[in-house]
């Protein structure tokens, strides 16, 4: 680059400017060439005529090339505006392309060789808006974190005990001991609000050897921890949730909202109403009204479409939370209460669904010593390789409850991707640890 | 929790507030007992009577016990404010401490037992206040970026081939195969350039298996990653990082600087004026001049130790970056240059000093695919493995450049901390995976 770069979308005609960015069509006629440059704001058609010294040079280059254009932008007579190139410099020449980058055809390339080649397929307009959403949603997450007084903090990723359970578990050789990877920030974010710090966050990568080969999984993604202290009740964690997916959205909006309005049909998803709240015992209920059951104590994943149905429908909303989660499917940690509703004993705690699937369990965590060694007596799990963790509780530790969400998952959801590899930047699973 | 929460550090004389903390100090005397209560925003002294009915718990309450108390702010006789009790619940009663969190004594707990017991050394304000100052200077980085355009990148930590060196590596086995523990996101944010992305940043953990036990080494540690595109000159590398630090050190002072100059000594720590920048030519000469050489091509640690100090006297300046770089000390990946000064040939790239210390290398990577080819024979590595990379630069790479700092010795720096471990939520080193 040798002069100041203009970003395409800001281009105004009668301007002279100079743009940089992948070649993504050359059409040549006898006497002019049209190249149409890409740049991560739009795309814009560029001519040069025959008469002009680097007329040849034009007709040479190869798509997907990198070009410095400098011109004069103007108003074509069917509206539009084009540059009329003054100078072109190739920054970088592309060999012949391996897949169909973009154009007729680019969508017949397999998912597999997508991912082969994600940092051409990647140049795709739609697949762009997907990274910019996914940055977008993290910026929003933390800004309304921020704004509420919480503090980010960062986990280590290397831990001396295997972390919630002992499958799937990533373990490794560490100088002559062994490492496993941190498969949730969970026990870590809580001795974050034993150590004072109150109200945390962290955003960062989460570990599963899970084998699963389903369009909701992968062995590494980018998950949206969170930890309150000092809370009054539970509704304070779902209320802290729902204001920070409230800012996700309305970041993603700011960031990207034409493009996604124009890539996956999404005019207008702002969270407009409070997030509706309905007990296990009520969604059972409205399952069974709609003709789906299961023999599970909590929600199938047919049960939970079921809910997302109803919910959209009767309450106009594409979340909801589902409370009273019985006692017997939840991780010892969870604060036990009795449900309203049956008087049988239930988690303090909720899950988030969003349009047909599970976002995230939040939960109110037991604080007090004696009775979480109890619940982890009861739950068939041993102290010992706790303890550490269990220390936390001894030396003074507030209430408090928080979640841990998949922002990839989220991504996938809102903009309602086939596959939530399509919302990693390079996804990772059980084949595939490539490029 | 039963009431509204008032932090310490907003309680006005006159009010009736409910505050909630852990337990600093509890002084019984015959007709009173004071309580000194902690929490994120600071220390207030909480005073209960004998004729208060609960004047018998609040003298059994053990220090660092987390406590609810509502009561009345007055102003003491000698100045400063106190809360005279109106009613005070127990939240959670704490054990005898295995070592003293605040206090006389407290100062004398080894560095090891320190990190055994983290979630109690960090109560203490001075450690509280270096985790504020690590999420503020990331907060501060991040704005930096996002105010620039750039995109928030996830890059994977499993990786199928080993990134920049085979040496100090973790891996695992991986579903049959084997998978790496990404030691940088080098390669995949230049990938995300490649993919069009032009301008990312990432905030991720990294990881080494480095066996070293210096005070600025860790296994694992978080950095902040850059890498911008279309860039007229290595020149806005420079400048870019140089407006992300002024972000990082204005957002620490408005999060934590009244309790960074309490704890720390740092009255003023703004970026005042533009980081110097000297050649590694001119540096070698500055350090002969003040007596300190090596055989080094680059700067050993004491002739970066002389060349901070000679900037801070000279230039008034903390920071100083340092230049032209002999081309035989950088990786392959750095584009090629000539030395303005003595002719030879140099990687155009920039170490950062920082109070007498590398923090980070700056580099303009080149992005021509044959002399990326050429540059990697050169410096004696094969490309099989790095095919998948390299590939990236056949299909159109713009120019650009970037760069990964240490979060954590950027804090260690600025505050002045003995160690890189304390600059860490949990550190990570050779021996040290717990808790």
Known sequence: MKKVRTHIAKIQSGEKVTIAGHVQTVRVQSAVVFI????????????IEKTHPQFEIAKSISVESVLEI???????????????????????????????????????????????????????????????TLSAITTGYREALLQSGFTEIFTPKLMGTPSESHAELFKMEYFGGTAYLAQSAQLYKQMAVAAGLERVFEISPTFRADPSFTTRHATEFITLECEMGYIGSFDEVMETLERAIAYMLTSARKACGSEIRKHFGL????????????????????????????DRADLSPAEERAVCEYVEKEMESEFVYITEYPWESRPFYHKKGISSETGK???????????????????????????LC??????????????????CFRFGMPPHGGWGMGSERFVKQLLGLPSLREAQFLFRGPSRLMP
């Open 36 to 47: 149409i440059i890409r740049d991560i704001t739009g795309t814009i058609q560029c001519v």
């Open 70 to 132: 400098t011109g004069s932008a103007v108003t074509m007579p069917g509206g539009g505006v084009e540059i009329q190139i003054e100078s072109v410099t190739v920054l970088s020449m592309a060999e012949q392309l391996p897949i169909q980058v973009t154009g007729r055809g680019a969508e017949t390339v397999s998912s597999e060789v997508a991912q082969d080649w994600r940092f051409l397929t990647l140049r795709r307009e739609r697949d762009a808006t997907i990274m910019k």
């Open 267 to 294: 005019s207008d998803f702002q969270l407009k109403r409070q997030i509706p709240r309905i007990t296990m015992h009520r969604a059972k209920q409205i399952c069974a009204e709609m003709g789906v059951t299961s």
């Open 345 to 371: 004993p239930i988690s303090v705690s909720a899950d988030l669904l969003y349009k047909g699937i599970e976002l995230t369990t939040l939960a109110q965590r037991e604080e007090c010593y004696e009775t």
């Open 374 to 391: 109890k619940q982890c007596a009861e739950k068939g799990l041993k102290q010992e390789g706790l303890q550490w963790y269990l220390d």
